[in-house]
C-alpha cells in the first residue's frame, strides 16, 4: 500500500503542476481545451490525493511498522479512535491531510460554483492546484514523505503522545485545518478576478459561503484548541498566547474583518481594495501560520519537530506575498470605488473603524509574535515574549472591538441622525450602566473585568433590542405570534441576525474570560482523610478531602488515580478523580512520561480544577493543585452560541432574493391599506 | 365489584407516588465521608506515579513567591513561567530548582525586583516572561497601540475628504414612494424594511 501512496504522491503532484500550467495558460490566452484539462486535473489530483490518504490510514491501521511515520506515531495498544488522528498528528502525516483537504475543497469549488460565476474557475483551479502542487513537493523533495520506510521493522511502534490521546485532538486539528485551507479558495476567486479583471462584486457574491466556512471553521477549530488545553495539558488556562495560537488567531481576525467590510462593498460598491487586501492577506497569514508550526523559527510548544520543511515554507511566503500583492497593485486603478461616504456617523464608517480595530489587533498579535526578533536583530539580545506582555497590550484593544461589536449595529447606514443616535442608544447604554452597578453592588473592584461587564452588558441590550425591534416590526405588520415573528425574522434575514448570534458568542465569551481574573489555587499535601480548604470567588468555601490513591492497568497506560471528596460549605456534593497516567507498549514498557489527567467539575459558576502533582515517596499521601476558575463553561458555552450564529448566516436561502421578496411584501400590504377606501 | 373510577384511580396512584418517592430517597446509596484520616498505605508500584515529591510547604503557597516565579520563564525548553510550570510538568526536573532558589533568595531577605534582577543578571534578560519596559523594548508595549491610532487618524482623515466629495446619492428605492404615501406611512415602511435589510 505504501507503495501505491507514493506512486499516488507523485500522480498527484503532476496532476497538480498540469493543472496549474493549463489553467493559467488556458485562462490568459481564453483557451477551452486547457481550460478543461486543468478542471479535469483538479479533480484527478483530488483522487490520486485520497489515494494517498488511504494507503496511509491502510498501513496506520494494519501496524506496518516499517513505515516510518506509522512506526513513529502509532502502536499496537493505541485506541482505534485515535490511530484515525495518526493521520495529522505528525508533520509528515499533516501535509497530506493538508494537501487533500485542499485538492477536494478546489474539486468542490470547481463542481459546486453557480453558472454565473464559471468565469472565475480556470484561474482558480490554476491556483489551488498550484498550492496543493507545492504542498505536494514538501513531502516529496523535503525529506516529508509519510510512506518512508525504515531498513528494518520494529516490533511496536513508539505510540501517540500521550496529550494527543484526548477527544479534542481528534476533531480540534482537522477543524483548525479546514479553516487556514479553506482560505485559499476565496484567496483564488480573488486572484482570478484580480488576473481577469472582472472586479465587480460577483467575486465576493461566489466567495460568500467559502468565507463564511473558513470562518466557521477557525472559530470552532480555536474554541475546541482552547478545551484541549484546559482539559489536557493541566496548567488551568486554556490560552497562552503561544506563538501557534497566534497564529490561529490571525487569520480569524482579518477573516471577521472581511466578513463586515464586504457588506459596504455588497451595499454600496466601497471598499474594494481594502476587501481583497484583506482576503490576500488572510491567505498569507494562513501561510504563515504553517511556516510558524513547521520552521522552529519562533519556540512553541505546539510546533511540530523542527526540520527542513520550514524553509520551503519561508520561501513560498515571500514569493505567493510577492506575486500577489504586485498583481493587486496592478490592478489598483480598476478598484474604484462606486459611491463615496456621506457621512462620519454612519454605519459605514463604524465598520471602517471595526475593521481597523481588527487588524490592529491582527497587527498587535503578529507583532508580540515577531518581537522577540524583531528585538533580538535591533538589540542584539534575546528575550520572550509571552502572556504578561500580551494581556498588557490586547486587553485594551480587544475591549474597544467589543464596544465597537454594539456600537455597529446601532448606527444606520449612510447617516444618521441626532435623534435617531439617541433613540438607538438610549437603552444600551443604560443597559451598560446597569450591568456596571450591579458588579460594583456585587463587590468587584477590578478595572478590566468591570469593563468588561459594562460593555458586554451594552452589546447585549443591543441584540436585545434589535430583536425586540424586528420582531415587534413582524408581529405588528403581518400579526404573527411572538415566537413565529422571531423565527421568521432570523429565517428570513439570517445574515443580519446570525450576525447578532455570534455577537452575542462574542460577549459570553468576553465575560468568561474576565472571570480568568478572579481564578484562586492552592496546593497541598494530604494523608487520607485529610482535607484542605479553598475559597471561591463567589464567597463559599470547598473542601477537598483526600480519599487514597488507586492503580490500575488500562488498554495502553498504567494508571495511577487519586480521588477527592468535594463539600461546598460543608455540604458534600462529590467525588473527583485526577490521575497519573505511565503510558506503556505492547510489552509493557514505558514510551513516555508519566502525563496528568485533571479532575474537573464544571458548573455554570465555577470550574473546580483539580491536579494530581504526584505523591510523596511511594505513599498515598498525595501532592495535590487545587484551582477554581470562575466562568470557564461560559467559554465554551460563548464558542458554541458563535457557531451557531455562523451556522444561521451561511445556512443556505434566506439570501438577496428572500430579502426582496419580503421588502416588496411589505410595499405591496401598504399600498393595498391605501387603496381602502377611508 | 365496584369499577375503579378515573378520580379514585389518579388519588390512589398519586397517593402511592408520595409514599414511594420518599422510601427510593431514603434507600439511595449515601457515601460514606471519611470520618478521620486514615493510613498512609504504600502505592502498588510508586514509579507509575511519577518522580516522587517533596511534601508543599508554607513557601509553595506564598502569593509574593507566585508573583516573583509568574514572571521568570523555566529554562527547560516548556515556554511556562516557573510557577505554572512546578504545578502543570512534574516531570521538569528544571522549575523545582528555580523554585528552590527563587525560596532561597527570599529568605536571604531580598526583595522581588531584586530577585528577578539577580535572575537577569544569571540568565540575561530571555528570563524575564515579558521583557522590560525600557529602551527598545518599551516601543514593544506601545508600537502596536500608536500604530492603530495613527491609523485611525488618518482614517478620519480620508474619510472627511470622502465626505466632502459625497454626491448624496438617490434614497433607496422606495417603493411606497410611487403611491403617494404620507410621511407616517413611509415612516412605518421604513421601519419595517429596517429590520428586512441584509
Known amino acids: 500500500m505504501t507503495l501505491l501512496g507514493s506512486l499516488a504522491l507523485w500522480v498527484a503532484f503532476l496532476l497538480g503542476a498540469w493543472g496549474a500550467i493549463t489553467g493559467f495558460l488556458g485562462a490568459s490566452r481564453g483557451r477551452g481545451d486547457l481550460i478543461a484539462s486543468s478542471r479535469h486535473a483538479v479533480f484527478a489530483m483530488c483522487g490520486a490525493l485520497l489515494v494517498a490518504v488511504l494507503s496511509l490510514e491502510v498501513a496506520l491501521f494494519r501496524h506496518d511498522f516499517n513505515v516510518e511515520y506509522v512506526a513513529a506515531y502509532t502502536s499496537r495498544n493505541l485506541p482505534t479512535f485515535y490511530i484515525w488522528s495518526g493521520l495529522y498528528a505528525g508533520q509528515k502525516g499533516s501535509l497530506l491531510f493538508w494537501a487533500t483537504v485542499l485538492s477536494i475543497f478546489g474539486a468542490l469549488a470547481q463542481w459546486l460554483t453557480a453558472p454565473r460565476h464559471r468565469v472565475y474557475l480556470p484561474y482558480v483551479g490554476a491556483i489551488t492546484s498550484l498550492v496543493a502542487a507545492f504542498f505536494i513537493s514538501v513531502m516529496l523533495f523535503g525529506h516529508s514523505n509519510p510512506f518512508e520506510r525504515l531498513p528494518y521493522t520494529p516490533i511496536d511502534g513508539r505510540g501517540l503522545n500521550p496529550q494527543l490521546q484526548n477527544p479534542g485532538m481528534v476533531f480540534h486539528p482537522p477543524m483548525l485545518y479546514l479553516g487556514y485551507i479553506s482560505i485559499t479558495i476565496p484567496f483564488a476567486f480573488a486572484m482570478s478576478a484580480l488576473l481577469s479583471k472582472r472586479l465587480d462584486t460577483d467575486w465576493l457574491v461566489a466567495i460568500r459561503k467559502w468565507t463564511l466556512l473558513s470562518w466557521l471553521f477557525l472559530s470552532v477549530g480555536i474554541c475546541l484548541g482552547m478545551w484541549w488545553a484546559y482539559v489536557e495539558l493541566g496548567w488551568g488556562g486554556y490560552w497562552a498566547w503561544d506563538p501557534v495560537e497566534n497564529a490561529s488567531l490571525l487569520p480569524w481576525l482579518t477573516m471577521t474583518a472581511f466578513l463586515h467590510s464586504v457588506m459596504i462593498q455588497e451595499k454600496r460598491g466601497m471598499l474594494k481594495k481594502w476587501n481583497l487586501g484583506l482576503i490576500i492577506g488572510s491567505w498569507l497569514l494562513s501561510i504563515f501560520g504553517t511556516f510558524i508550526t513547521r520552521s522552529g523559527v519562533i519556540a512553541s510548544v505546539h510546533s511540530f519537530t523542527q526540520s527542513s520543511v520550514g524553509y520551503f515554507f519561508g520561501a513560498f511566503l515571500v514569493v505567493s506575498a510577492v506575486a500577489s500583492f504586485w498583481i493587486y497593485a496592478k490592478r489598483l486603478p480598476l478598484l474604484q470605488a462606486e459611491a463615496s461616504l456621506e457621512s462620519l456617523v454612519s454605519r459605514e464608517a463604524s465598520f471602517l473603524f471595526n475593521n481597523l480595530l481588527l487588524v490592529g489587533v491582527a497587527f498587535s498579535v503578529l507583532w508580540g509574535t515577531l518581537f522577540p526578533i524583531i528585538s533580538e536583530a535591533v538589540t542584539g539580545t534575546k528575550i520572550t515574549v509571552k502572556a504578561p506582555f500580551f494581556n498588557q497590550v490586547n486587553i485594551p484593544l480587544g475591549l474597544a472591538l467589543l464596544a465597537f461589536t454594539g456600537i455597529g449595529p446601532l448606527i444606520a447606514w449612510r447617516r444618521s441622525s441626532l435623534p435617531n443616535l439617541r433613540r438607538q442608544f438610549a437603552l444600551p447604554a443604560a443597559g451598560g450602566v446597569l450591568g456596571l452597578l450591579v458588579v460594583l453592588a456585587g463587590g468587584m473592584r477590578d478595572f478590566y473585568p468591570l469593563v468588561a461587564v459594562t460593555l458586554g452588558s451594552f452589546v447585549l441590550v443591543t441584540v436585545v433590542q434589535e430583536f425586540v425591534r424586528g420582531v415587534s416590526a413582524r408581529h405588528r405588520q403581518y400579526s404573527e405570534a411572538w415566537l413565529l415573528a422571531l423565527g421568521r425574522l432570523i429565517s428570513r434575514n439570517r445574515r443580519r441576525y446570525g450576525g447578532y448570534i455570534v455577537h452575542v458568542g462574542i460577549v459570553i465569551l468576553f465575560i468568561a474570560f474576565a472571570g480568568m481574573a478572579f481564578k484562586t489555587e492552592t496546593e497541598a499535601t494530604l494523608r487520607p482523610g485529610e482535607s484542605v480548604s479553598l475559597r471561591s470567588p463567589y464567597g463559599w468555601t470547598y473542601t477537598f478531602t483526600h480519599l487514597g490513591v488507586s492503580q490500575y492497568d488500562a488498554l495502553n497506560r498504567q494508571v495511577t488515580a487519586a480521588t477527592v471528596e468535594v463539600a461546598r460549605n460543608g455540604k458534600r456534593i462529590g467525588l473527583l478523580s485526577t490521575e497519573k497516567r505511565q503510558h506503556v507498549d505492547a510489552e509493557g514498557n514505558p514510551t513516555f512520561q508519566p502525563s496528568t489527567e485533571v479532575g474537573i467539575r464544571s458548573d455554570l459558576r465555577e470550574d473546580l480544577y483539580v491536579v494530581l502533582a504526584g505523591v510523596v515517596n511511594g505513599t498515598e499521601q498525595a501532592v495535590y493543585r487545587f484551582t477554581i476558575n470562575p466562568l470557564v463553561w461560559w467559554v465554551w458555552y460563548g464558542g458554541m452560541v458563535l457557531a451557531l450564529g455562523g451556522l444561521i448566516v451561511m445556512w443556505p436561502g434566506g439570501g438577496a432574493i428572500a430579502v426582496r421578496r419580503a421588502q416588496a411584501g411589505y410595499a405591496v400590504k401598504l399600498v393595498a391599506e391605501k387603496a381602502k377606501p377611508a | ?198
Open chain 2, 1 to 198: 365489584m365496584s369499577a375503579v373510577d378515573r378520580r379514585g384511580f389518579l388519588r390512589a396512584s398519586a397517593t402511592s407516588l408520595c409514599a414511594v418517592v420518599p422510601a427510593f430517597a431514603l434507600l439511595r446509596p449515601v457515601q460514606d465521608t471519611v470520618p478521620t484520616a486514615g493510613p498512609s498505605g504504600r502505592l502498588w508500584d510508586p514509579n507509575r506515579a511519577g518522580p516522587s515529591l517533596q511534601p508543599v510547604t508554607a513557601e509553595d503557597n506564598d502569593a509574593a513567591i507566585q508573583a516573583i516565579e509568574k514572571r521568570l520563564k523555566c529554562t527547560c525548553g516548556c515556554g511556562l513561567d516557573v510557577y505554572t510550570c512546578r504545578t502543570t510538568d512534574f516531570t521538569c526536573p528544571v522549575s523545582p530548582k528555580m523554585h528552590a532558589h527563587v525560596i532561597a533568595l527570599t529568605k536571604s531577605g531580598m526583595s522581588g525586583e531584586a530577585i528577578v534582577a539577580q535572575f537577569v543578571s544569571e540568565h540575561g534578560l530571555e528570563i524575564l516572561m515579558a521583557p522590560p519596559k525600557h529602551g527598545f523594548n518599551l516601543a514593544g508595549y506601545f508600537t502596536p497601540a500608536i500604530t492603530i491610532l495613527a491609523a485611525a487618524a488618518i482614517l478620519l482623515v480620508v474619510m472627511r475628504r470622502w465626505v466632502r466629495h459625497a454626491t448624496p446619492t438617490p434614497a433607496a428605492s422606495d417603493p411606497a414612494g410611487g403611491a403617494g404615501a404620507s410621511p407616517v406611512e413611509l415612516e412605518r415602511l421604513r421601519e419595517a424594511l429596517r429590520h428586512t435589510e441584509a
